[in-house]
C-alpha cells in the first residue's frame, strides 16, 4: 500500500488569505480613491468584517455556490469586499472591463450567466444602456451609500451599504474543495467574442504566493503596494490577493488613473512599489518631467501587458525607481514571467545589463514554458532563435468558460505570443503572432522597431505595423504620435534607427498621427491601425 503523508489537509481558499490578513495585519491599512471624490480608509480588519457581511447579503438575495457575480468598478475597498466576499462564499467573482463596448459587456454578463452585477457610480449610463439587454441579471447594485443613490435611473438599483448594513457579520467562511471555480475573467478578443477564463481557489492561491515571490512581483509587509493595473483586467495582476497575504498597506486609485493624481497619491501615501501597463507609465513620467518632480518613496514598478520600451525603463531608473518587466496573460491567471537579474549579471557593463533587463524574463516556479518552429519542433535557448510560444502549469487555462474544445497543443497552452529564449531562460517577446511583419519570408519583429523609436526625444507612442509592398509582400510603417511641441521630420527619424537594427528591417514610412487607438487593457490597438492604413501606398513600392 502507498504510504500517504501524515500532514493537515487543508484546502487552499481564497477566504484564508482575508482571514491571514485580517488576523495577523489587522491593522494595516487600505487606502482608497473613490468615485465619490474623496479618500478612504480602513484596514484589513475592517475589510474582513465587511466581506463576511456581504457574503451574508449574498446568501440573503439567494446567490448559490458556483453562481456567477459580476463587477463594473475601479479599484477601490468595496471591490476588494467583493472579491473576498463573493469567492469566500463560493460563488464566482466575474470583473467585467467597463471599458469595452457596451454591446461586448452585454454580450459578457449573459455567457457568464451574471446573477447580479455589482457597478461603482461612473458606471450607471454604462448599466442603464446595458441592463435591458441582460434579462437574466436579478440586481444592479449601486456601490455606494443611501446618500450618493442616484436620486433616478432607469434601471431598478439596489444599495451596496443598506445591503452589509442588514448584516451582522456573525459568518464563518464555508469550507469546500479548493477546485471549485473562484473568479472569472473574460479576454478582451480583438477578434471573435471574449472568451472566458475560470479561475480556481487553488489555482488562485497558488499564483499568489508564487507572484509575491522576490524574483517575481516580490511584495512584502515592509511595502505600500499601489496597483494601476486595473481590478477589471486580470485580477489587477493578482495583487489583490497577494498584498494582503503578504499583509503590505494597500493603496487604490480609483477611478484617477492620470499622472498628476497618481503623483500625488504616490507621494502622500507613501507607496513604495506599484504594477501596471507602459502607457500609464507614459502619463505619470510625463507629468514628472513637465514639473521636474521626484519620487521621496516610489522604488520598484511591474511593467507588463505590452513590451516596456527601453527608454521608458531607462527613464524610470534615472528616478530611482527600479523596473521589472513582467509577461504574462488572462489564460495564466495572469503572471508567467518577470525579469529579474541573476548574480553574475550585476557586474556587467550597463549596456549588457539592460539588455537582459529588457527582457520579459524567466518563468516563476509553477509555469513551464518553450518555443516551437511551424511544425511543433521544439526551437533552442540560444536567445537567437523565435517560434511560438507554449506555456502549462496549475494556473494556466485547460479549457475556456462554457467551450468544450480544447485549446491546448499536447497538454500546452498556446500564447500567441512569439519569443526566444536565452540560455540563462530569459524569454524575450518579439511579437504577437498576428503582428509580425512577414518581409520577403523573413519576419520582423515590430516591438523592437517600436522600441527604438520610442528612444527617440519627440516620439510620445509609435506602433510598427505591415503595411503591403508589390516585392515583399509586407514591409514595416511606423505610425508615431509627437510629444507635444516636439519636431521630427520622417528622414530624421528613419535615420534613427540606423546602426541600430539591420538595414532591411529599417522601416519604409513613418506615418504621424495625433492618436494611437487603445485597446480596453491599455495595448496599442493595431488590428485597428491596420485597417486604417489598408490602402497605404508606401513610397517604396
Ligand atoms: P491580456 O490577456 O490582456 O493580459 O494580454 C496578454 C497578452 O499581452 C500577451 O499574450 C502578450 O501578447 C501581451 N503582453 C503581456 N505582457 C507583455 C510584455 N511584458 N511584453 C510584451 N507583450 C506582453
Redo the contacts with the bound molecule.
Keep these: 500500500m502507498a504510504l500517504m503523508g501524515q500532514m493537515m489537509s487543508a484546502p487552499l481558499l481564497i477566504s484564508s488569505i482575508i482571514k491571514h490578513a485580517a488576523r495577523y495585519y489587522g491593522s494595516t491599512e487600505i487606502v482608497s480613491r473613490r468615485t465619490e471624490g474623496d479618500l478612504h480608509r480602513y484596514t484589513y480588519r475592517d475589510c474582513e468584517l465587511r466581506a463576511r457581511k456581504l457574503a451574508q447579503a449574498l446568501g440573503a438575495l439567494g446567490v448559490k455556490q458556483g453562481e456567477r457575480v459580476g463587477t463594473l468598478a475601479w479599484n477601490g475597498y468595496r471591490h476588494l469586499e467583493i472579491y473576498y466576499g463573493v469567492s469566500g462564499m463560493g460563488a464566482v467573482c466575474h470583473t467585467v472591463n467597463p471599458r469595452l463596448f457596451p454591446e461586448q459587456i452585454a454580450y459578457i454578463v449573459n455567457h457568464a450567466e451574471d446573477g447580479y452585477v455589482f457597478f461603482d457610480l461612473t458606471f450607471l449610463p454604462l448599466v442603464e444602456g446595458v441592463a435591458p439587454h441582460c434579462p437574466n441579471v436579478r440586481g444592479w447594485v449601486a456601490m455606494t451609500d443611501r446618500a450618493h443613490m442616484p436620486a433616478e435611473s432607469k434601471v431598478p438599483l439596489l444599495c451596496y451599504e443598506e445591503l452589509l448594513d442588514a448584516q451582522d457579520g456573525n459568518y464563518e467562511w464555508p469550507q469546500f474543495d479548493e477546485n471549485l471555480a473562484s473568479s472569472l475573467?473574460y479576454?478582451?478578443g480583438t477578434t471573435g467574442n471574449p472568451k472566458g477564463a475560470l479561475y480556481s481557489h487553488r489555482s488562485t492561491v497558488l499564483h499568489s504566493y508564487a507572484s509575491a515571490m522576490p524574483d517575481a512581483l516580490g511584495c512584502s509587509a515592509s511595502d505600500v503596494i499601489l496597483p494601476v493595473v486595473p481590478m477589471f483586467?486580470?485580477n489587477a495582476w493578482g495583487l489583490p490577493y497577494s498584498v494582503p497575504l503578504v499583509g503590505a498597506k494597500l493603496v487604490l486609485p480609483g477611478p484617477k488613473l492620470d499622472g498628476a493624481s497618481l503623483y500625488e497619491l504616490f507621494e502622500q501615501e507613501k507607496v513604495t512599489f506599484s504594477a501596471g501597463v507602459p502607457t500609464v507609465w507614459l502619463g505619470l513620467l510625463q507629468h514628472m518631467q513637465a514639473n521636474q518632480l521626484k519620487f521621496s518613496t516610489f522604488r520598484r514598478t511591474v511593467?507588463?501587458?505590452?513590451?516596456?520600451p527601453p527608454a521608458m525603463i531607462r527613464a524610470l531608473e534615472a528616478l530611482d525607481v527600479e523596473v521589472i518587466?513582467?509577461?504574462?496573460?488572462?489564460?495564466?491567471s495572469?503572471l508567467g514571467?518577470a525579469s529579474k537579474l541573476l548574480a553574475k549579471h550585476h557586474d556587467l557593463p550597463d549596456a549588457e545589463r539592460h539588455k537582459i533587463q529588457e527582457k520579459?524574463g524567466r518563468v516563476i516556479y509553477g509555469v513551464d514554458m518553450k518555443i516551437v518552429d511551424g511544425e511543433g519542433k521544439e526551437l533552442p535557448w540560444d536567445g537567437k532563435a523565435f517560434g511560438d510560444l507554449l506555456v502549462r502549469g496549475p494556473w494556466i487555462i485547460d479549457r475556456y468558460f462554457r467551450n468544450d474544445a480544447s485549446p491546448l497543443v499536447d497538454g500546452w497552452f498556446p500564447?500567441?505570443?512569439v519569443a526566444t529564449i536565452d540560455a540563462d531562460g530569459f524569454m524575450q517577446?518579439t511579437?504577437?503572432s498576428k503582428d509580425v511583419i512577414k518581409s520577403g519570408g523573413e519576419w520582423i519583429s515590430s516591438?523592437d522597431i517600436e522600441n527604438v523609436a520610442a528612444a527617440h526625444p519627440a516620439v510620445h507612442m509609435a506602433a510598427c505595423i505591415s503595411a503591403y509592398h508589390p516585392k515583399w509582400d509586407e514591409r514595416p510603417l511606423l505610425v508615431v504620435v509627437k510629444k507635444p511641441g516636439a519636431e521630427v521630420s520622417r528622414e530624421e527619424l528613419l535615420q534613427f534607427f540606423e546602426g541600430k537594427v539591420a538595414k532591411w528591417w529599417i522601416p519604409d514610412d513613418v506615418a504621424f498621427v495625433t492618436e494611437i487607438p487603445l485597446?480596453a487593457?491599455g495595448?496599442m490597438q493595431k488590428l485597428r491601425l491596420r485597417e486604417q492604413f489598408k490602402d497605404y501606398k508606401l513610397p517604396t513600392a
Design positions: 475573467c479576454t478582451s483586467h486580470v511593467i507588463g501587458g505590452s513590451a516596456a518587466h513582467a509577461w504574462g496573460m488572462t489564460e495564466m495572469p514571467t520579459q500564447t500567441g505570443d517577446i511579437d504577437r516591438i485597446t487593457t495595448k
